[in-house]
């Protein structure tokens, strides 16, 4: 017996030894260690890099503290690649500049580049985006406009709990990485700022996004050129444009988008449900393997949309025919409402026609009456209850 208790406290022991090791090699930075002020008016913005230098250099996993507080940052880049995993840890809010001129000709207002095992936790981002809407409509000459937070040539990396509101142009923008996980977040902009998309994907492969609610000027969730490997799911969007596939084929070499998947979701007043986007001008680009399933709409505007035909002002459009090849795009279970008497739309490329697009359980309705839907140049199946009347 005494043995035995011998042996118990020396496992205790050993395991409080472990936990005070761990805790003794954890490498923690507090940006307000390295000069950060939490007031909002302090440009904290070399306090973070330094912060995050030490960090990047250290051998062991590191984490960035950011305490409650609102924190003054102008274009900051936190460059790799690093020696180990960094955590940025945010309780408080990071704040953009008031006036919108003061971030330059950057398109990119926090910038991540080159940096694997990454995780960006909680906190939100206040992009003061209203100025620079305003200078915009005005028609004045303006900036570019600058995208929130851009994770860049990036792997292994995960963005959970994070809050962006107001973002000038895009909230967050995922581009040449790989191994991404988005969950839990929240990116609102008003139903009237331009060009606020709440997540864009491209080039990319291995993004999963779940947990989203998002309510922009743009798309929900945009994806670009590139893109493999998406899966997306209990999103709540709208307002905003839906997630979109595209626009793609602007470009007569342009990578295409495959495997996409987006399922129990929630559309809510946006202007378009689920769409496939693409240029009316020749490419070499496709959309193939695309799954929208249990998807629940409701007043939107244009459930369900394919359109090969876009081209502002009709200019670079010399044929007015995709070349994107959009093949396998599977619609199951959508249900809900149309906030337009035109509930499904296939405006597929005379030259490159929709082909394998199938229909299965598909009940949408306006004003409590059956919907439309139309279709041009597109070849599929249906199976289950369809509603509206399949045009395929």
Known sequence: M??????????????FLIFFITLSNAASYNVITFGAKPDGRTDSTQSFLRAWAVACRSSQASTIVVPKGRYLIKNAVFRGPCKSRITVQISGTIVAPNDYRALGKSDRWILFIKVDRLSI?????????A?????????????????????????????SGLTSINSQLSHLVISSCNNVIVRNVKFIAPAESPNTDGIHVESSTGVTITGGTI??????????????????????????HGVSIGSLGKDLNEDG????????????????????????????????????????MRNVKNPILIDQNYCPNNQGCPNKNSGVKISQVTYRNIQGTSATPKAVAFDCSSSNPCRGIKLQDIKLTYMNKAATSTCKNIGGTISGVIMPRSCL
């Not at 979701?265 to 249990?294: C, L, Y």
């Open 257 to 296: 988008v495959e495997n996409v998947t987006l399922t129990n979701s929630v559309f809510t007043g946006s202007d378009n449900g689920v769409r496939i986007k693409s240029w009316a001008r020749p490419s070499r680009s496709f959309v193939r393997n695309v799954f929208f399933q249990n998807i629940i």
């Open 131 to 159: 100025g620079f809407w305003a200078c915009r409509k005005s028609g004045r000459n303006c900036p570019v406009g600058t995208r929130s937070i851009t994770i860049n040539s990036a792997n292994n990396v995960i963005v």
């Open 121 to 129: 936790i909680g906190g939100t981002l206040d992009g003061k985006g």
């Open 215 to 240: 309510q922009t000027g743009d798309d929900c969730i945009s994806v670009g050129r590139g893109t493999r490997n998406l899966h997306m799911s209990n999103i709540k969007c709208g307002p905003g």
């Open 2 to 15: 005494a043995a035995a208790k011998l042996i118990t406290i020396s496992c205790v022991v050993s395991v």
